[in-house]
């Protein structure tokens, strides 16, 4: 069973930058997307950004496009998601999650249904 652990989370203020990373370990996971989805107090969980099995194609929520990246280095574990020009609103719980399918590639922005495996979260505050 895989297990994910997100990192990086923290305190910053509006217009800084933060880095968080996903690391995956007790399975195979290199042939499925990874995502980052995020959840802010009293609000659903929502699709934040996604990758799929070879870095290839990349999904982004219209909220986050332009200043986050997604990225992945199968070699050496983690999905990295760099935060950008960092929002009030962006303040969340972020969670890594697994797609419950390997090999696939998705048309669209994919589903938080699409996703089996997930990790503990990570907190991000934004003060403004």
């Known amino acids: 069973q895989v297990q994910l652990v997100e990192s990086g989370g923290g305190l910053v203020q509006a217009g800084d930058s933060l880095t968080l990373s996903c690391a995956a370990s007790?399975?195979?996971?290199?042939?499925?997307?990874m995502g980052w989805f995020r959840q802010a107090p009293g609000k659903e969980r929502e699709f934040v950004a996604a990758?799929?099995?070879?870095?290839?194609?990349?999904y982004y929520a219209d909220s986050v496009k332009g200043r986050f990246t997604i990225s992945r280095d199968n070699a050496k574990n983690p999905v990295v998601l760099q935060m950008n020009s960092l929002r009030y609103e962006d303040t969340a719980v972020y969670y890594c999650?697994?797609?419950?399918?390997?090999?696939?590639?998705?048309?669209?922005?994919?589903?938080?249904?699409?996703?089996?495996?997930w990790g503990q979260g990570t907190q991000v505050t934004v003060s403004s």
């Open positions: 999650a697994l797609d419950r399918r390997a090999w696939r590639t998705f048309s669209g922005n994919p589903d938080i249904t699409d996703f089996a495996i």
């Open positions: 007790g399975g195979t996971f290199s042939v499925n997307t």
């Open positions: 990758i799929n099995w070879n870095g290839g194609r990349t």
